[in-house]
T-cell receptor, first 113, second 111 residues
Framework: QQQVKQSPQSLIVQKGGIPIINCAYE??????FPWYQQFPGKGPALLIA?????SEKKEGRFTISFNKSAKQFSLHIMDSQPGDSATYFC????????????FGTGTLLAVQP | DVKVTQSSRYLVKRTGEKVFLECVQD?????MFWYRQDPGLGLRLIYF???????EKGDIPEGYSVSREKKERFSLILESASTNQTSMYLC??????????FGPGTRLTVT
């Protein structure tokens, strides 16, 4: 119940395409869903986050879609660029009282020029 | 600028050795975390600390211990390193709530 399932494991798109990464969870007590981006040789960094009281959040070319009834959320990258090539992790937590995050298994995205 | 530093980027140790991984943050954060990152398994929480001298086990604490004697420093200790502890180790810090800031990681190889 504490798992966050992420797919696909890897993804290759052409420049300008819209990669979509999906995550699913079981624990309905989760109420904070961040996405982290990790470049090779670096630690992950927060990209965008959403709470379940909204169905969508946009920041620049990055959009989180959230489906509370299906217990799923996804990351869309509009007009993807080679510089977006990285590993993306979804995560979830129960409130932020302890700030503990449960991470998905990661998606390696390659955007080809 | 936010900064989390880890003592080594690469480390090679022998089976049975005691290993110390050090993490320092300069943001006066209350929370600090140790994760290990393995291909196909994502980031898994080993231990976290919400205050000096306070710690809680994460999802995979077996074979590890931690120490937090000062607010800015959080150490991960492998009492007797084993080959299955070969991994990337990531330290993070955060305020009581909010974004976790990660260090660059230490790639540990146990031979």
């Amino acid at each position: 119940q504490q798992q966050v399932k992420q797919s696909p494991q890897s993804l290759i798109v052409q420049k300008g395409g819209i990669p979509i990464i999906n995550c699913a969870y079981e624990n309905t007590a989760f109420d904070y869903f961040p996405w982290y981006q990790q470049f090779p040789g670096k630690g992950p960094a927060l990209l965008i986050a959403i709470r379940p009281d909204v169905s969508e959040k946009k920041e620049g070319r990055f959009t989180i879609s959230f489906n509370k009834s299906a217990k799923q959320f996804s990351l869309h990258i509009m007009d993807s660029q080679p510089g977006d090539s990285a590993t993306y992790f979804c995560a979830a937590s129960i409130g932020q009282a302890t700030n503990k995050l449960i991470f998905g298994t990661g998606t390696l995205l390659a955007v080809q020029p | 600028d936010v900064k989390v530093t880890q003592s080594s980027r690469y480390l090679v140790k022998r089976t049975g050795e005691k290993v110390f991984l050090e993490c320092v943050q300069d943001m006066d954060h209350e929370n600090m975390f140790w994760y290990r990152q393995d291909p196909g398994l994502g980031l898994r929480l080993i231990y976290f600390s919400y205050d000096v001298k306070m710690k809680e086990k994460g999802d995979i604490p077996e074979g590890y211990s931690v120490s937090r004697e000062k607010k800015e420093r959080f150490s991960l200790i492998l009492e007797s390193a084993s080959t299955n502890q070969t991994s990337m180790y990531l330290c993070a810090s955060s305020l009581i709530t909010g974004e976790q800031y990660f260090g660059p990681g230490t790639r540990l190889t146990v031979t």
